[in-house]
């Protein structure tokens, strides 16, 4: 009915705490990075890279594989990754290797691990439990 689908923007609304302006979606991802030798670390920071933050996503990473040709993603912070977060990750690793460089992951939440695994990311990204390992790799 016309007032239960009103209702129920609303309730989303308040969800989001907008008290009933138009939702904005929360799933932010804040993307920095930092260098360690030779190879560019990128953090990723916040509830989910999805079909929400991908472009933002995208566009923050951009300049990086421009520059650059050994990336670790650091993934400690970022709580869930659906199928646009995992396909910009595989554009990021497309155009890595087209430059002769290379994308590794590393420090997965749990439930980012499950999907990972579920769609068999580990044979396309090594895949690594912590940074540090992760960096060494590449001199390996």
């Given at each position: 009915s016309r007032f239960g689908a009103s209702r129920s923007l609303s309730v989303e609304c308040a969800a989001w705490g907008h008290g009933g302006l138009a939702p904005v979606s929360m799933n932010t991802v804040e993307i920095t990075?930092?260098?360690?030798?030779?190879v560019t670390c990128v953090y990723l920071k916040g509830q989910a890279l999805?079909?929400?933050?991908?472009?933002?996503f995208r566009q923050s990473t951009a300049p990086l594989l421009e520059n650059d040709k050994a990336f670790v993603f650091v993934?400690?912070?970022?709580?869930?990754?659906?199928?646009?977060?995992?396909g910009a990750l595989l554009g990021c690793l497309r155009k890595a290797n087209s430059e002769g460089g290379n994308v590794k992951i590393c420090e997965r939440q749990p439930n980012v691990r499950a999907l990972f695994d579920l769609v068999r990311m580990n044979r396309l990204f090594e895949?690594?439990?912590?940074?540090?390992?992760?960096v060494a790799s590449f001199s390996a």
């Open positions: 990075s930092e260098k360690e030798g030779d999805d079909a929400g933050s991908v472009t933002r993934m400690r912070d970022l709580k869930f990754v659906d199928s646009s977060g995992t895949i690594f439990d912590t940074k540090q390992d992760a």
